[in-house]
């Protein structure tokens, strides 16, 4: 279904760097009585750390917090053209389902009236998070005995008590944001950012691809697909001057782990903003197509920390670094007039499904203890078994793409770990000049690779068949092709260049205008 759709006005933007400055006279600032024409802006955060000894997910089995590094965070933006609303949610968290994002939706247009459907919900996929998946509470309840074992006592499973401590706070911080809307004046901007990130997948000797083939590998030929290096920012300003909060957009895995509890490198790119921006700014963070992205340099030749607080560090310390930068070129450029829109579809894909032999066998090597078989052949039976359990209730998935309008900015949202080359071609079919593509939002599909991927060359951890990652090979194509489509149902508010100066009628600065002076 395709909501309703309105668009306003205009707002200013940056590309690499270069500016386009705009003057907004105070008055014109002040002067939007009409429908569509106002551009209210609110932010707020709230706390959704779990408790050392709650579950971590972000594994196939059990895991579990022992300590405590930084703070997990709901951050939500609202945004208010008079005419239309819509919410940008950030999570630090490994993923969010969709019964959990509908219960949330509900209850925000409950209680402030921002359509559900006008509410993206995206998870940073943080693996040093809460308990949120990847199996929820009550999933696998009418299955046999051995599925609920696998399912509840072997697998990363949801705290139904975590679940409702989220949706608790989400709600709160969207109504928070909402409350303090006040007039505002927005821009949005990319930055660049090539050394954080890396794709992990790469083509091997074998003619098979690998994914993680790790440092000095002889058999590496090339990476099997690319990175995204685009920092993408749209930020508000209060008429006076003040940011009041940026929504931050990059594709990269957050799984630095700098230790215990955390938002993974999330909390640096706050950090980093927060340090020049000040300690009240809210940073939303949306991760953009990361499926195969990841911090992990494979190529590199040095010995390196590519995991921990240094990693981190690095990472989410470039990453708010430029999208610092961005905000410094946009502070001026900023406009307060903004078209807030959003449309949304529904897809139907298909499930693959393992052969009849195949889930036999592994229901035989399931019930063998673990540590008397290989622990990869394991966890892949145990994910198998979970599939066909799966499979009988759910051999369709219903997948939201979404498309979220502030102003000449485009938030492409689909629920999916996506691999980065379907990001590229989204922004290169959108006719927003910022579109920024965000990957696990509003519910969570597992990987969807490219059809390269899953055909005869491919393979790699992403593509194995699993209870979490099971579309069909054309997925991420039809993916891709319904959020092109939403795209080109908005109409990007146009990015407006500043008005020519007046002819020249003064003469040249009297302090310069002089020849040589020797004695």
Same mark, same amino acid.
Request: with cysteine.
């Given at each position: 279904?395709?909501?309703?759709?309105?668009?306003?006005?205009?707002?200013?933007?940056?590309?690499?760097?270069?500016?386009?400055?705009?003057?907004?006279?105070?008055?014109?600032?002040?002067?939007?009585?009409?429908?569509?024409?106002?551009?209210?802006?609110?932010?707020?955060?709230?706390?959704?750390?779990?408790?050392?000894?709650?579950?971590?997910?972000?594994?196939?089995?059990?895991?579990?917090?022992?300590?405590?590094?930084?703070?997990?965070?709901?951050?939500?933006?609202?945004?208010?053209?008079?005419?239309?609303?819509?919410?940008?949610?950030?999570?630090?968290?490994?993923?969010?389902?969709? @019964?959990?994002? %509908? $219960?949330?939706?509900?209850?925000? *247009? &409950?209680? +402030?009236?921002?359509?559900?459907?006008?509410?993206?919900? #995206?998870?940073?996929?943080?693996?040093?998070?809460?308990?949120?998946?990847?199996?929820?509470?009550?999933?696998?309840?009418?299955?046999?005995?051995?599925?609920?074992?696998?399912?509840?006592?072997?697998?990363?499973?949801?705290?139904?008590?975590?679940?409702?401590?989220?949706?608790?706070?989400?709600?709160? @911080?969207?109504? %928070? $944001?909402?409350?303090?809307?006040? *007039? &505002?004046? +927005?821009?949005?901007?990319?930055?660049?950012?090539?050394? #954080?990130?890396?794709?992990?997948?790469?083509?091997?000797?074998?003619?098979?691809?690998?994914?993680?083939?790790?440092?000095?590998?002889?058999?590496?030929?090339?990476?099997?697909?690319?990175?995204?290096?685009?920092?993408?920012?749209?930020?508000?300003?209060?008429?006076?001057?003040?940011?009041?909060?940026?929504?931050?957009?990059? $594709?990269?895995?957050?799984?630095?782990?700098?230790?215990?509890?955390?938002?993974?490198?999330?909390?640096?790119?706050?950090?980093?903003?927060?340090?020049?921006?000040?300690?009240?700014?809210?940073?939303?963070?949306?991760?953009?197509?990361?499926?195969?992205?990841?911090?992990?340099?494979?190529?590199?030749?040095?010995?390196?920390?590519?995991?921990?607080?240094?990693?981190?560090?690095?990472?989410?310390?470039?990453?708010?670094?430029?999208?610092?930068?961005?905000?410094?070129?946009?502070?001026?450029?900023?406009?307060?007039?903004?078209?807030?829109?959003?449309?949304?579809?529904?897809?139907?894909?298909?499930?693959?499904?393992?052969?009849?032999?195949?889930?036999?066998?592994?229901?035989?090597?399931?019930?063998?203890?673990?540590?008397?078989?290989?622990?990869?052949?394991?966890?892949?039976?145990?994910?198998?078994?979970?599939?066909?359990?799966?499979?009988?209730?759910?051999?369709?998935?219903?997948?939201?793409?979404?498309?979220?309008?502030?102003?000449?900015?485009?938030?492409?949202?689909?629920?999916?770990?996506?691999?980065?080359?379907?990001?590229?071609?989204?922004?290169?079919?959108?006719?927003?000049?910022?579109?920024?593509?965000?990957?696990?939002?509003?519910?969570?599909?597992?990987?969807?690779?490219?059809?390269?991927?899953?055909?005869?060359?491919?393979?790699?951890?992403?593509?194995?068949?699993?209870?979490?990652?099971?579309?069909?090979?054309?997925?991420?194509?039809?993916?891709?092709?319904?959020?092109?489509?939403?795209?080109?149902?908005?109409?990007?508010?146009?990015?407006?260049?500043?008005?020519?100066?007046?002819?020249?009628?003064?003469?040249?600065?009297?302090?310069?205008?002089?020849?040589?002076?020797?004695?």
């Amino acid at each position: 279904m395709i909501h309703g759709i309105r668009t306003t006005a205009r707002c200013i933007a940056v590309v690499f760097g270069t500016a386009f400055w705009a003057y907004i006279s105070p008055n014109d600032a002040l002067a939007q009585d009409a429908p569509g024409t106002k551009c209210l802006a609110g932010f707020a955060d709230r706390d959704v750390s779990p408790a050392v000894g709650d579950e971590q997910p972000g594994g196939y089995g059990k895991s579990f917090h022992r300590t405590f590094h930084d703070a997990c965070k709901v951050r939500a933006a609202v945004f208010d053209d008079g005419a239309n609303r819509a919410a940008i949610v950030g999570l630090d968290a490994l993923l969010i389902r969709g @019964a959990t994002v %509908a $219960a949330i939706r509900r209850e925000i *247009e &409950a209680k +402030c009236g921002i359509p559900a459907a006008n509410v993206l919900i #995206a998870a940073s996929h943080s693996h040093s998070a809460g308990p949120t998946g990847m199996i929820l509470p009550g999933e696998y309840d009418n299955d046999d005995p051995l599925v609920q074992k696998l399912a509840y006592e072997m697998s990363s499973t949801a705290s139904a008590a975590y679940l409702k401590k989220v949706e608790a706070a989400v709600v709160e @911080a969207v109504c %928070a $944001a909402f409350a303090q809307r006040r *007039e &505002a004046r +927005c821009a949005a901007g990319f930055g660049w950012e090539d050394k #954080a990130a890396y794709n992990r997948r790469f083509h091997m000797r074998s003619g098979l691809t690998a994914t993680h083939p790790r440092q000095g590998n002889p058999d590496i030929v090339e990476p099997a697909g690319p990175i995204d290096p685009q920092v993408g920012v749209l930020a508000a300003w209060s008429l006076d001057g003040k940011l009041l909060g940026c929504v931050v957009n990059f $594709a990269c895995h957050a799984t630095t782990g700098p230790g215990g509890i955390s938002a993974d490198y999330v909390h640096y790119v706050e950090k980093t903003i927060r340090g020049l921006m000040g300690d009240d700014v809210t940073v939303v963070f949306v991760p953009g197509m990361a499926g195969d992205v990841t911090q992990v340099d494979n190529r590199s030749p040095y010995q390196i920390r590519q995991f921990g607080e240094i990693s981190a560090r690095f990472v989410g310390g470039r990453v708010g670094a430029e999208a610092l930068k961005v905000l410094l070129a946009l502070e001026q450029s900023a406009r307060a007039n903004i078209p807030v829109a959003v449309a949304a579809k529904t897809l139907h894909i298909k499930r693959r499904a393992p052969r009849p032999e195949r889930l036999a066998r592994c229901r035989e090597i399931v019930q063998k203890d673990p540590k008397s078989v290989d622990p990869t052949e394991w966890t892949f039976a145990k994910e198998i078994v979970l599939l066909a359990a799966r499979l009988k209730r759910e051999p369709v998935a219903d997948v939201e793409v979404q498309a979220v309008q502030i102003g000449p900015a485009l938030f492409c949202a689909c629920p999916a770990e996506y691999f980065c080359q379907y990001g590229l071609e989204i922004k290169a079919g959108s006719k927003f000049p910022f579109t920024f593509p965000v990957s696990l939002a509003n519910d969570c599909i597992g990987y969807v690779p490219t059809e390269e991927a899953l055909g005869p060359r491919g393979g790699g951890y992403e593509t194995r068949l699993t209870s979490y990652s099971n579309l069909e090979p054309t997925a991420g194509r039809q993916i891709a092709d319904a959020l092109i489509s939403l795209s080109g149902s908005l109409k990007p508010g146009p990015v407006p260049m500043p008005d020519p100066i007046p002819p020249f009628k003064d003469r040249t600065w009297t302090y310069g205008d002089t020849p040589p002076e020797l004695d």
